[in-house]
């Protein structure tokens, strides 16, 4: 697509934008001549060096409830919504906290952004949520809402897609089905996705626990093949009210990826197996990826070789800041 389509964006507010999928997002903006980029993030599970040092960029270290409780003069800006308590098993642990971001920190935003005229508002929701288990890959956006997901997160996940479409007619969203995003960005940490952590486990030679067989399968997207689908849900008219996945539409089985990951770490790091957590019931996940396809033009580019080898040399370069950062 045409970089000039962007010249539209403006004034923008990236929620969660020091998180693992926003930094990479505000990056993309910058790029983009995006005017000026507010960025509204509590640290709690963001860091700030992931962001580049650029004047355009606004950032305000707050909660999202607290801060979108407020006046905040904004008008006409495009939003990304990114703030999250993340994830499934964060979500098992401290369900309250999840509803807290999750469930008010979207309806806050989405209140704000009809008072405030928003242009449009991109909710990062997510491909583990919304149908639930037990259905067969791939997954498509038009499959059924499951009363009887897994885990919390999930729940609010979906209930940010409700507050989506109550707020349609005066906040013009997309709801963005994100697969298993990966890529540089992400600190490894206990609450982490798979690929981070093994990266980091492999590049010190301990085991990569793997909880289930290894046959379980994931959508992995590269991260900045996911922002490309972000970037044209903000500026797609036809996007306007719909729920769009964003994978790859493959699967990988998780034992091929730890053993990749070792290879491309040259690593002596050995795979062992433990129980599947108690919340986990899907083994399979893949993204039907033609409504992307078809509305937005978006084709992920990246392969998981390619995007794996991207990773793990960020993760090289940025080894200290991870370090200091990473609980893992
Ligand atoms: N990464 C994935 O694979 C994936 C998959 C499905 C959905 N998602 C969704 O995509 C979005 C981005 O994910 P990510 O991987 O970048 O996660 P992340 O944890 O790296 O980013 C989330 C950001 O939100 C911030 N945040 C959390 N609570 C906040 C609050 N109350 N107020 C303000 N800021 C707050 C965190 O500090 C962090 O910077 C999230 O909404 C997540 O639920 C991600």
Request: charged share 20%; net charge negative.
């Amino acid at each position: 697509m045409a970089e000039g389509v962007y010249s539209e964006l403006g004034c923008c507010i990236v929620t969660g934008g020091a998180g693992a999928v926003g930094s990479r997002l505000v990056r993309r903006l910058l790029a983009s001549g995006a005017d000026t980029i507010h960025v509204v993030d509590d640290l709690s599970s963001g860091y700030k060096w992931l962001l580049p040092d650029n004047p355009k960029i606004n950032f305000i270290e707050r909660d999202v409830v607290e801060f979108f409780g407020q006046q905040f003069d904004a008008p006409n800006s495009h939003i990304f919504h990114l703030a999250a308590f993340f994830a499934n098993q964060n979500s098992v642990d401290h369900p309250l906290e999840d509803l807290h971001t999750n469930g008010a920190g979207t309806l806050t935003v989405l209140k704000w952004a009809a008072e405030n005229k928003a242009k449009r508002l991109v909710y990062a929701s997510a491909g583990c949520s919304i149908a639930g288990h037990g259905i067969d890959a791939p997954i498509r956006e038009d499959m059924p809402v499951s009363l009887h997901l897994d885990t919390p997160y999930q729940i609010t996940k979906a209930l940010g897609e409700f507050y989506c479409n109550y707020y349609l007619d005066r906040v013009s969203s997309v709801r963005c089905r994100f697969f298993n995003s990966y890529g540089p960005g992400e600190v490894p940490g206990a609450y982490r996705n798979v690929i981070p952590n093994f990266i980091w486990l492999a590049m010190h030679n301990r085991p990569l626990t793997i909880t289930g067989t290894g046959e379980e399968t994931r959508d992995f997207i590269f991260v900045d093949d996911l922002v490309e689908g972000l970037m044209r849900c903000a500026v797609i008219g036809p996007a306007h009210g719909e729920a769009i996945n964003l994978g790859t539409g493959r699967q990988t089985r998780i034992e091929d990826l730890a053993n990749m990951v070792i290879e491309l770490t040259e690593s002596t790091s050995a795979i062992q197996y433990a129980p599947r957590r108690s919340w986990d019931h899907s083994k399979t996940r893949q993204a039907d990826i033609s409504r992307a396809e078809q509305l937005l033009s978006l084709a992920p580019e990246t392969s998981l070789d390619v995007g794996l080898r991207e990773t793990v040399d960020w993760f090289r370069e940025e080894y200290d800041s991870i370090a200091r950062s990473s609980d893992f």
